[in-house]
């Protein structure tokens, strides 16, 4: 079992629309989960992140997280196109004794216009 | 605030040849750094962790050897990769982060091309 799953996509969805991204984790014990959006060619850039269960809302942006579920998410209302990227699931987990990161495969996001 | 460069943006070199990439923290001090590597249409993977006056932990797999990162203050990381051959053409990219957060800033990247 991968450490950080997410579906790579693509997900398309029509500009104005909510798009939901989604991200399971294996270590019950992580701590810290973070949404990175990446766009071709570029390194990453980080859109949120998030500690504690519920919701975290910034903008256009909300991430949920359900521990219990192992289960973040990432919801992206009046989607652009500038949105279509590549977002990437990130997780701290509790093992390897330092702030390592664990990264998903990535969710490829594209808008409509 | 949190502005972490990478020099240089680009490299080609020819196989055999050693390459060292920079990694700077702008604006704050950095006593973690993350080097990563990017396959195209692959995720992000960890090659080592270095910390400010310490050695650099590697991931499983990452030879030491060739990927030697250097972390001599609080604003520079350097990746050296020695002896680089085709299979190790790639997107490396670091990451910093401060001790007191456990948010990792991304550098720009470097496009490395080994002939």
């Known amino acids: 079992q991968k450490e950080v799953e997410q579906n790579s996509g693509p997900l398309s969805v029509p500009e104005g629309a909510i798009a939901s991204l989604n991200c399971t984790y294996s270590d019950r014990g992580s701590q810290s989960f973070f949404w990175y959006r990446q766009y071709s060619g570029k390194s990453p850039e980080l859109i949120m992140f998030i500690y504690s269960n519920g919701d975290k809302e910034d903008g256009r942006f909300t991430a949920q997280l359900n521990k219990a579920s192992q289960y973040v998410s990432l919801l992206i209302r009046d989607s652009q196109p500038s949105d279509s990227a590549t977002y990437l699931c990130?997780?701290?987990?509790?093992?390897?004794?330092?702030?390592?990161?664990?990264f998903g495969i990535g969710t490829k996001l594209q808008v409509i216009p | 605030g949190a502005v972490v460069s990478q020099h240089p943006s680009r490299v080609i070199c020819k196989s055999g040849t050693s390459v060292k990439i920079e990694c700077r923290s702008l604006d704050f001090q950095a006593t973690t750094m993350f080097w990563y590597r990017q396959f195209p249409k692959q995720s992000l993977m960890l090659m080592a962790t270095s910390n400010e006056g310490s050695k650099a932990t590697y991931e499983q797999g990452v030879e030491k050897d060739k990927f030697l990162i250097n972390h001599a203050s609080l604003t520079l990381s350097t990746l050296t990769v020695t002896s680089a051959h085709p299979e190790d053409s790639s997107f490396y990219i670091c990451s910093a982060r401060t001790g007191t957060s456990y948010e990792q800033f991304f550098g720009p990247g470097t496009r490395l091309t080994v002939l």
């Open positions: 990130a997780v701290n987990p509790i093992s390897g004794g330092y702030q390592k990161v664990t």
